[in-house]
């Protein structure tokens, strides 16, 4: 028994000694593109076996094999891969190997509710899509607005920000951010009664935005949402994995000044982590009287009981208020009657004034939506997942204006004055021929000349659920099924917001026969209700006392379910996506109507549906192509369904119908990637709300609705990111689109106050004519170099021509129109000098310096009218003087200094 024990110990030693002759032990060092410096965590996989490493602190490795020869592959979240051979029969060691940040990954940042966002990948998922990730967010988001970050993709086009801290707007592919799709981490945004995005209600974004991925077309969403132009997937903070916060304070042109902090806890081993980051920015804006301010919140609670699931509870808002400028005609910016329009003219806003000696605007904006989420993801096995995410928001805010009579009083500069108007209410007389004096009291009517400051307020409630199940099926075929749920609750009504020195003002306008019989002698308005984005406004009865013109409600649920089926191998990936939903509407109207069954509308339901397939084929490690098409049948918006602001059902409308055929080819390689696509989009049936100037009160405050709208839009856009030498980093994009109404359309117009503009529907002749609001051809050519380790300078250049004139009625009326009105080009220098100092444990010290349109170009950014140059009228750059426009922001700027610890 001895002798065996000792045979087999001996033969045991042998084996080890055997194995240990054999084996070898891989040396090498990781480091990171940006600094230079290690990267730990780096994964380091021995190429077609499970044997590996990760680096340390320092960068370093050592991978233990048994082969002599093979390969490795490094990799990193966020950065690029790299698969190495490697020798130890000539070498030990792979030495340094530094890997380069992939901008078209978004791996690292899909955190928590992985299976609701769906987030395009590279060489996989076929549709066109550029990547904006945290870094350049951080570096060139500045003071300017949010969509201001994706001017330098393709068919991006961002305009009227001149309007106000937050009245910016994005075009993609010459569809406006109403055919959008936009998604907070898979959530859909976009208004449920008119499909809207007001940017000005997300200040906070760029500094809770982790990445930005924009999937033009048609997108890879699974639901049945309003992806016509694009999908922009937002990818939010959650609660961050490592503890360390951030300090930042930053100055800018025209008075802002923006301070952030942000700290987080890290997931702890107890699985328990939080993230928290507040914000305050103040500023007085580029145009004259368009001062505003506001402040971020976020808070993000995390839970890892164990591997199978994850829990997230986020809650977020950015509270806010500025005062607006709206578009006016050329001739009005013109102060000096020179002909000529300066820079400093180009600021012009005739919205504001001084009032009791301090700047004071007849239009502002205000406006609170906090919204939060709880996400759970659930691994059920090695083949299924389940992915839920619960949402709520509420709102409340609106904006304010003129109501009454005589509101447009102005002084020797042009400018509001707020002291005459109120002194002209106090100067009215109650001499008691009328029910409603009251004695004593100053009370004022539109017969009287009065003026008062309205607050048109838009409240709602939003509840909505989204659900995802993932099955392997084996390890090609996988697929997905859920459902999307949505309801939403939304008030409108007008209050007093200043009464400008009456005691009251008097007031019988209504819609319909019921205000009249509720209040028969009109009502007396006595109450203020200052507008503030702090205050929650509640309603919670039916009564009219203080709501003033209008006082209506809705009510919109939605239902949908969604199914898609992938097969993915390394060479060819392919989906088949299909989603089908019901939604249903339904108005309240306490202000026209007094018979309680008139008050409450026919209950609408329009079911809607969308087909999606696409596939990806790898030629090679370098080359891939893609082709995708869909067609979706997208429900009506709430607005379009009834008529005149009452409840009467417009029969006329029904779904839109959305065809789009995509395909691209890419190009990877270490020192160059190419996008390359082409794209055509059919859209039949649309309906079009529009606002403008349509009854000549020189406001912007009007509303046309065009019907049995088509539209073609084509194109072909190019993408490319290169770097020559490993400091130097290009990028650049071109996109030329051809997009035109087919056919004629019917048009409907109200005014402010929802009056019917023009009686009958108008006939306007479209067919052919250019679609506006977007440059249908624009490039861009973006350079940044690292002077050195931490210092490094950046510009952008973009250049956009073809943009014409918005669609207004009075110019397509006749066939013999001159149709649209193309704008002058223009070309826009942006640059940037990033300076970092690394500290020790991995803080470091960022400061930051932007200078937006750096030549100080002058140009038109948007044009609401279509008055061809005709001799007569005076000219500026060769537009007639008479259109009413946006001009862009000149000269901007904005220095920031950040702590990261």
Known sequence: MKKMKRLVLSLAVVAMSMAVMSQGVLRGTVLEEESGGALPGANIIEAGTTNGTITNSEGTFELNTTAQSGEIVISFMGYKSQTLAFNLTTAT????????????????????????????????????????????????????????????????????????????????????????????NGQPVNGMEDGKVYWSNWQGLTEIATAVQIQRGLGSSKLAISSVGATINVVTKATDMVSGGRLSAMVGNDGYMKYVGSYSTGMGENGWGASILLSHWQGNGYNDGTQGQGQTYFFSLGYKPSDKHQFNFS???????????????????????????????????????????????????????????????????????????????????????????????????????????????????????????????????????????????????????????????????????????????????????????????????????????????????????????????????RETDDKLDYFNTERISYMGAFGQLEYKTQKLSTFVQAAVSTQSYQRFDYHSYSDPDEQVSEKLRHPGYNLKAGANYNLTDNHNVFVNAGYYSRQPFFDDLFLNYLNEVNEDVGNEGVLGLEAGYGYRSQYL??????????????????????????????????????????????????????????????????????????????????????????????????????????????GTYKIVKGLSVDLDYRFYANLYARINPGSFDAEDHEGSLELPSFGLLDAGVSYKIYMKDRKSLNFRFNANNVLNKQFISQSDTNYHPDGVEDEWNGVNMNNRVYFGNGFTWNFSVAYKF
Do not use: C
Request: proline content about 3%; aromatic content about 12%.
């Open 93 to 184: 060691g792979i030495g340094e190997v530094t890997l380069v940040i992939d901008a078209t990954s978004m791996d690292e940042v899909v955190v928590t509710g992985y299976g609701v966002i769906d987030v395009a990948k590279d060489r996989e998922t076929p549709v066109a899509v550029s990547t904006i990730k945290l870094p350049e967010i951080i570096a060139k988001s500045g003071n300017q607005e949010f969509p201001e970050i994706m001017k330098n993709t393709p068919s991006v086009y961002v305009g009227s920000q001149a309007g106000g801290y937050g009245d910016s707007r994005i075009n993609i592919r010459g569809f406006d951010q109403v055919n959008l799709a936009l998604l907070f």
């Open 315 to 541: 809650v977020t808002g950015a509270p806010q208020w500025h005062y607006q400028n709206y578009t006016k005609n050329l001739s009005s910016y013109d102060r000096d009657g020179d002909g000529d329009i300066t820079n400093e003219e180009q600021r012009y806003n005739s919205n504001w004034g001084m009032y009791k000696g301090e700047e004071y605007s007849l239009r502002e904006n205000f406006y609170h939506k906090p919204v939060a989420n709880l996400n759970w993801d659930w691994n059920i096995s090695d083949k299924s997942s389940l992915s839920t995410v619960l949402y709520g928001s509420t709102g409340a805010g609106g904006g304010t204006g003129g109501y009454g009579r005589d509101y447009y009083l102005y002084d020797a500069d042009g400018q509001l004055d707020f002291d005459q108007i109120e002194q002209n209410n106090r100067a009215i007389v109650n001499d008691g021929s009328e029910d409603w004096h009251i004695p004593g009291k100053t009370i004022g009517s539109y017969g009287d000349h009065a003026a008062v400051r309205r607050a048109s307020m838009n409240m709602h409630r939003w509840l909505g659920a989204v659900v995802n199940l993932n099955h392997e099926i084996n390890e090609n075929l996988s697929f997905n099924v859920g459902t999307d749920l949505r309801t939403y609750y939304g008030q409108h009504f007008r209050l007093v917001d200043n009464l400008w020195g009456l005691d009251g003002y008097w007031d019988d306008n209504y819609n319909g026969d019921g205000f009249q019989e509720i209040f028969p002698g009109g009502q007396v308005y006595t109450q203020e209700h200052t507008a503030s984005p702090y205050l929650f406004w509640t309603d919670k009865n």
């Open 673 to 782: 990637d190419v996008n390359l696509n082409v794209y055509y989009t059919s859209w039949s049936d649309r309906q079009i709300r529009q606002s403008g100037d349509f009854d000549g009160d020189g406001e912007r405050d009007d509303i046309a609705l065009f019907e049995n709208v088509a539209e073609i839009h084509a194109g072909v856009e190019l993408e490319f990111e290169a770097k020559p030498i490993r400091p130097l980093s290009i990028r650049g994009f071109a996109s030329i689109g051809s997009w035109t109404y087919a056919g004629d359309v019917k048009a409907r117009i109200w005014d402010e106050n929802r009056n019917p503009i023009g009686g009958d529907d108008m006939i306007l002749y479209l067919d052919g004519v250019k679609v506006g609001d977007a440059a249908q051809t624009s490039f861009g050519l973006l």
